[in-house]
């Protein structure tokens, strides 16, 4: 993917690819995590008839007395009953309704067995998706680290959820879902969003890059960045921006130029091969094309 801009933008495109980014989203899922668990184990309730029909068990505390922290739960509740999108802007809108809240003063060995329990449960049944299938902690440490949730300094390398925002009911809801009926799970958002089921540039690495201009490559599972992706990127660092996408597995290739969010060119083609040795058993096709390919990515993919 190659970018041509400014000196300023270019900048940005880097520190955008090399994750260099604060994630605002990131601390207001995982506070949004918290909040969600402290109403459905009754920490927090709402100050109003409300109803979250995805998740009953969310407000089946009932009313609660007029305090300012479930005045800020129910603030928050509408928000996700809206599903607010996980931009810069709303994430520090709902940090702010979090502090009110004052749930990240609850901390693990000030509450009951009974609540300890529930909250078990529920961290049991989405621990996975909540902390990632190979970092799953004891519950008490969890909880602790939600009560303290720092602001994370930096983010994956070419974080898409910087580029076009997940919302709050989808990241609560998880990668695999099943936990919020009929909102998305993250993996069929993030396919329909994106393009692709994990919105990261893998092995991401610089090839050249000067005042004007960066390129970069990197890899996703299974299918190429949406265009509305690439198309927001060229929008937003008011850019051009062409990419070249392959998947060898799938004998699938593409070209595509975006000018200041305007899709300019986007076509697509099956690859072209070289014949292998008929007397050497080991050798293999070498891909031969289209033209405009070659020499455009660093490797054809799986």
């Known amino acids: 993917m190659r970018f041509s801009a400014v000196p300023e933008q270019t900048a940005a495109i880097k520190a955008l690819a090399e994750g260099a980014v604060t994630p605002f989203y990131r601390r207001a899922t995982e506070e ?65 309704i979090w502090l009110q809240s004052g749930i990240g003063g609850r901390r693990w060995e000030t509450l009951s067995d009974s609540t300890r329990n529930e909250i078990s449960r529920l961290y049991a049944y989405k621990c996975h998706d909540w902390c990632g299938i190979w970092d799953r902690k004891d519950v008490a440490v969890w909880w602790t680290q939600l009560c303290d949730n720092p602001l994370p300094a930096r983010t994956n390398p070419f974080d898409l959820l910087l580029v076009l925002p997940s919302r709050l009911d989808v990241e609560i809801n998880g990668f695999n879902g099943k936990l919020l009926d009929g909102i998305p799970s993250a993996y069929n958002w993030y396919l329909s969003q994106y393009g692709t089921k994990w919105p990261v540039g893998y092995e991401l690495n610089i090839c050249s890059q000067g005042s004007d201009f960066i390129v970069i490559d990197f890899d996703t599972p299974w299918s190429p960045v949406s265009e509305e992706v ?25 070209y595509a130029r975006y000018v200041k969010g305007e899709t300019e060119v986007y076509i697509t083609d099956e690859l072209e091969w070289g014949n292998a040795d008929p007397d050497d058993e080991d050798s293999f096709q070498d891909i031969t094309g289209p033209e405009w390919i070659i020499n455009n990515v660093a490797h054809f993919g799986g």
């Not at 029909?53 to 009313?63: D, Q, S, V």
């Not at 690439?230 to 850019?239: D, F, M, P, Q």
């Open 230 to 254: 690439v198309a927001e990127l060229s929008k937003r660092y008011g850019c051009e921006v062409e990419h070249w996408f392959v998947e060898q597995g799938c004998n699938y290739c593409g």
């Open 32 to 96: 949004g995590i918290q909040l969600f668990v402290a109403g459905c184990v009754g920490l927090l309730q709402v100050t109003e008839e409300i109803q979250f029909i995805p998740y009953p068990a969310l407000t089946a505390a009932g009313i609660g007395v007029l305090s300012p922290e479930n005045l800020a739960f129910t603030r928050w509740l509408t928000q996700l009953q809206d599903g607010v999108l996980l931009d810069e802007k709303n994430s520090q809108v709902l940090h702010e």
